[in-house]
């Protein structure tokens, strides 16, 4: 790709001055790792539309926007979790503010053989515990948000598991706060289970109203033999906020992860997943759902790499687009030589609410191994006129119908979710979206 | 013995033959390189009229300015093509000087046999002079009378710029543009010959037209341009057939295919490739880098494109559809088989722009040996395509643990009132079916050809009737050595 004129990038400007203050900046390897980014970001840019994994959601525009790096926790008031967050019963409260783990937020987490720290405590402290993890899962090369957010990584969340802990809930919260200029961070978060391990991790992702950020967050999941992972997703960021979320999971024999994400809003949003199935028996279901209107944008890209034989994928994706928005779906199955007996199952289902919006999508197979079951399909469309027919001979009217339908074509993924508490919540976010939706309707 | 070192045999008796007989060619041939003055030598020799030329020249500027630009986004892998080092020139060949279907090696007469190709066509494939020729250009003007007498024009495209230069100058380059992408400009600028087909008004063209009777052109050329024109309400069925191995060894072939249908009329192109697809080991074989798209200009229009792909060591060709009229209808079947070292990126794309526009695309990759086959295919729906309708189903079939399948499809959607859907499988042989058929005496490589067949039944039984025996059988000779 042809240079985008990073150099001058308020990136290298802004964030030239604070290099030194980054942490771990003292420990030559994260330094290296740092160093190799900044090179790469230097030479290639931030990609285009030429750059294939991003022709749908290019983001070498955010070149034009003058980012600053987000303040510390500490400048920035927010005194509270706003409220349409809901309180998940059961689960501890981890709040982020501009990336920053917030003390006085959070839920104060004693359970013995789970660790949560800030990445910013660690690297301050001794990094060899982190160092398989930091990088090891998520290359700078071939992802360029990646090396983005390594290059400028300022805080994240450590998050450690013994062997065969029993499980807990962890309700993380990430909370966008810009003052007066568009502020940028990027969160780097490390989860590791241990063998037999098991988590739920929850994710919220919002915005206070009217603020320009960029949040580029990398998490980077290790999941040893027997282990197992949940992790629910929701991103609902302010309209002009920008949201790139970069997941990387590896996956040890027997091992599984179960991801669910929701993407209800933001100006830009890409939540991409990647998992290496690494040991044979391993598993991943990542499923989701998206509803958008305005001018939003929401990209939701896998990959999904079996390496081994005996594993297994399946994703099952639904959305719903209104006004001029713009949905992008790119799925890729990868089957290595050795990788027999895969299963892998992938859907990708978009429904138009309106005139105006658009969906790409593109589903993708690579497959080196022939005893392979490998399957894809992608659908976009209206709601059906015979499905609405149908309600209405029966006494109901258009729009109750129409909102009754919509919101049965996306149950009926949130209805994976396993932990009820979980759905009812990520129910009722969804509800709460197509609510508004009438009310501007109607209005 | 084994068809497919029958096959390989001829193709090497064939070379002999070429060289045996083939005397002072030097002398028409172009120097080596690509320059202005080759695409000026080459216009000159064809006679063309100034505004030819000028195209011509106006596409070899721009494919300078393209030399970085050459597609790299295929899964094909293949050493840099050095333009500089070809001939881009060379009058036909001499006629080989055999008299009679006698003097040609038995074993070729043995491999078309099972190709299942007619005699006379064996006979001009085989590139037997005297009779043959005579005979294939008095069967040549028989239809040609009759064509003409129905205003239908056939001909070779320089023949067509000499006496239909207003048809030509109106169409070519009307469905891919000169910039359209680094192969068609590279066309574009050197094309040597092609065929050329208008069929008049309100007329079903009576007969299946095909490029077979001037395969000992296409020797000479690499860079052919085939331009079909379809008035309104007319129907034709046009084949494209290369079912004759090629002989040259690692040449590059990039040909442009133009179609355009007017109001209510319906093309459909059927093409069986099978050029020469390298030996074992990935060594020779034809680069085949075609541009093949068609245009529904008018409403109720109709495009098929129909392919049977088991050549050439490697393919690049995504024969496609913009369906701009109301109503118009766009398909695309196609069986691509790789077996070796073969490498095969290819599909099609569907442009809606009109309304009520229909689409369906079927696609069966077979990949054996240490093969790679890619479906690539977009589908786009464009704003004003209300009622829009798409329907892909894209199945691969792997031969063996080695070979590779991928399927890339884009679908992007503009229009709330279209309907696409998607659908791609990948799997293996059934082992159960390949019992089925062991227990009942069949071989191995019987059976696999069986399957293979069925697997592909949908898309072979849209070719014309002479066409989908053929093919049939190649399916089977493809495949031999794969199993087992």
């Known amino acids: 790709m042809v240079a985008t004129g990073l150099l001058d990038h308020p990136f290298k400007e802004a964030y030239a001055s604070k290099a030194g203050a980054l942490p771990g900046a003292t420990h030559a390897w994260v330094d290296g790792l740092r160093q190799t980014a900044r090179a790469l970001l230097n030479t290639a840019g931030l990609p285009g539309p030429k750059t294939e994994a ?60 789970l660790r949560v720290e800030s990445l910013k405590q660690v690297l301050a402290r001794d990094t060899l515990s982190v160092k398989p993890l930091l990088g090891g899962l998520a290359a700078s090369a071939s992802l360029p948000l990646v090396a983005l957010n390594t290059a400028y990584m300022a805080d994240g969340l450590v998050i450690r598991a013994g062997k065969n802990f029993a499980g807990a809930m962890l309700h993380v919260i990430s909370i966008g706060a810009a003052g007066a200029e568009p502020v940028a961070f990027h969160p780097r978060n490390l989860v590791a289970l241990e063998p037999g391990a098991q988590l739920t991790l929850i994710e919220t992702h919002v915005g206070l109203p009217g603020q320009n950020y960029l949040t580029n967050p990398v998490t980077e999941i290790s999941l040893a033999e027997n282990a197992r992972l949940k992790r629910y997703v929701s991103v609902a960021e302010d309209d002009d906020a920008f949201h790139f979320a970069t997941t990387s999971v590896a996956l040890s024999a027997h091992s599984t992860f179960n991801a669910f994400h929701a993407g209800l809003g933001g100006g830009k949003v890409r939540q991409e997943v990647r998992a290496a199935f690494l040991g044979t028996g391993s598993s991943a279901i990542v499923n989701g759902v998206y509803a958008l209107s305005g001018k939003q944008h929401h990209d939701f890209t896998t990959a999904m790499d079996h390496a081994v034989p005996h594993t297994t994928s399946s994703q099952l994706v639904k959305g719903v687009v209104d006004g001029q928005s713009r949905a992008v779906f790119q799925g890729r199955v990868l089957v290595d030589r050795d990788a027999q007996k895969t299963d892998a199952r992938q859907l990708h289902k978009a429904m138009f609410l309106a005139k105006g919006p658009a969906v790409d999508c593109k589903p993708e197979l690579e497959i080196f191994a022939d005893d392979v079951q490998c399957a894809h399909g992608a659908a976009t469309g209206e709601l059906d006129e015979n499905h609405l027919f149908y309600l209405m001979a029966r006494g109901i009217d258009r729009d109750t119908a129409r909102a009754l339908l919509v919101s049965g074509f996306l149950e009926d993924v949130l209805e994976s979710i396993g932990d009820e508490q979980v759905r009812e919540a990520f129910s009722a976010l969804v509800q709460g979206w197509l609510k508004r939706r009438a009310m501007r309707r109607a209005a | ?115 299942g190709i007619p005699l006379l066509e064996q006979q001009i494939m085989s590139g037997v002079a005297v009779d043959a020729v005579f005979d294939s250009v008095s069967v040549a003007t028989t239809y040609k009378k009759k064509l003409n007498e129905l205003g239908v024009i056939f001909c070779p495209i320089s023949e067509a710029v000499q006496k239909h230069p207003e048809l030509v100058q109106k169409y070519l380059g009307s469905v891919v543009p000169v910039a359209d992408n680094f192969f068609a400009t590279l066309n574009s600028a050197v094309f040597t010959d092609g065929s050329f087909v208008y ?136 069986v691509a088989i790789t077996n070796n070292r073969q490498q095969a990126d290819t599909g099609t794309k569907m442009i809606h722009i009109g309304r009520n526009t229909r689409s369906k695309i079927i696609s069966k990759g077979i990949s054996a040996g240490k093969s790679s086959n890619t479906y690539r295919g977009l589908v786009r729906v464009q704003g004003k395509a209300d009622g829009a309708r798409n329907y892909t189903q894209c199945d691969s079939l792997l031969i063996g643990s080695a070979c590779a399948a991928h399927t890339v499809p884009y679908i992007e959607n503009r229009n709330p009132t279209a309907q696409t859907e998607h659908e791609a499988t990948t799997s293996k042989i059934s082992e159960d079916q390949l019992f089925y058929c062991l227990q009942r005496g069949m071989t191995e490589e019987e059976a696999v050809s069986l399957i293979v067949n069925g697997f592909c039944k949908e898309v072979l039984q849209t070719l014309p009737m002479e066409f989908a025996v053929e093919a049939q059988k190649l399916v089977g000779i493809s495949l031999e050595g794969s199993v087992g």
């Open chain 1, 54 to 113: 991003f022709i749908f959601t290019p983001v070498s525009d955010l070149a034009k926007i003058p980012f600053i790096p987000a303040a510390s926790a500490d400048d920035v008031d927010v005194r509270d979790v706003p409220l349409n967050v809901p309180r998940i019963a059961g689960a501890s409260r981890i709040v982020l503010v501009n990336g920053v783990l917030n003390a006085a937020l959070s839920d104060n987490i004693a359970v013995e053989g």
């Open chain 2, 199 to 334: 069929i008049p008004k309100g007329l079903r063209c009576p007969m299946e037209l095909s490029t077979y009777f001037r395969i000992n052109e296409k020797n000479t050329g690499q860079f052919e341009r085939t331009l079909i024109i379809a008035d309104e309400g007319s129907y034709v069925s046009y084949l494209e057939g290369c079912t004759a191995p090629q002989r040259d060894e690692n040449q590059l072939h990039a040909a442009v295919v133009e179609l355009v249908a007017l109001d209510d009329a319906e093309i459909k192109y059927s093409t069986v490739q099978n050029w020469f697809p390298g030996d074992k080991d990935g060594k020779g074989g034809i680069y085949n880098f075609v541009t093949k798209r068609g245009a529904c200009r008018g409403k109720n229009s109709k495009i098929m494109w129909t392919q049977v792909e088991t050549g050439s060591a490697i393919t690049w060709k995504y024969p496609s559809c913009i369906l701009q009229g109301d109503n118009s209808v766009g398909e695309f079947y196609s």
């Open chain 2, 1 to 115: 013995m084994a068809a497919r070192s029958d096959t390989a045999a001829a193709v090497k008796d064939i070379e002999a033959y070429k060289y045996g007989f083939v005397t002072d060619i030097e002398s028409d041939r172009a120097p080596k390189g690509l320059n202005e003055d080759i695409v000026r030598f080459i216009s000159a020799k064809k006679n063309e009229p100034a505004w030819l030329l000028e195209w011509r020249l106006k596409a070899f500027r721009y494919w300078l300015t393209l030399a970085d630009l050459e597609p790299a986004w295929a899964k094909l892998h293949y050493p840099k093509i050095d333009y500089q080092d070809a001939y881009y020139y060379a009058a036909p060949k001499q006629k080989a000087a055999l008299k009679s279907m006698d003097e040609v090696d038995p074993q070729l007469v043995e491999t078309y046999k099972k190709l």
